[in-house]
């Protein structure tokens, strides 16, 4: 059984930076893609980066290129999104969702994940 935890939501100022951890656990050697979703009350959950982890393939949806990162620690089992210059657009629920992958499939679309984290919270002021 394949487990996520987020970490490193917040409050932040614009132009401010922050950075979210996820954690994966539960099935050592499989390569996976893994995706930062968020979503605001009464909105469609947004893919905004994924990486795939057998090579570290990225990409972006265009409204955080340039200011988003997504990378991993393979020591610990860790995806990192490191968010800069926030604005206020950014504030959501921030979700990680993984699903094992033999090739480089991903996507950013919802229905293509089967494991999730239980979210952790972005709020950016202006």
């Known amino acids: 059984q394949v487990q996520l935890e987020e970490s490193g939501g917040g409050s932040v100022q614009a132009g401010g930076s922050l950075r979210l951890s996820c954690a994966i656990s539960g099935d050592p050697g499989m390569t996976y893609c893994v995706s930062w979703f968020r979503q605001v009350p009464g909105k469609e959950r947004e893919g905004v980066a994924y990486?795939?982890?057998?090579?570290?393939?990225?990409y972006y949806t265009d409204s955080v290129k340039g200011r988003f990162t997504i990378s991993q620690d393979n020591a610990k089992n860790t995806l990192t999104l490191q968010m800069n210059d926030l604005k206020p657009e950014d504030t959501a629920m921030y979700y990680c969702?993984?699903?094992?992958?033999?090739?480089?499939?991903?996507?950013?679309?919802?229905?293509?994940?089967?494991?999730w984290g239980q979210g952790t919270q972005v709020t950016v002021s202006s």
């Open positions: 990486i795939y982890t057998a090579d570290s393939n990225t």
């Open positions: 969702a993984a699903i094992k992958s033999s090739a480089d499939y991903c996507t950013l679309r919802r229905d293509d994940y089967r494991y």
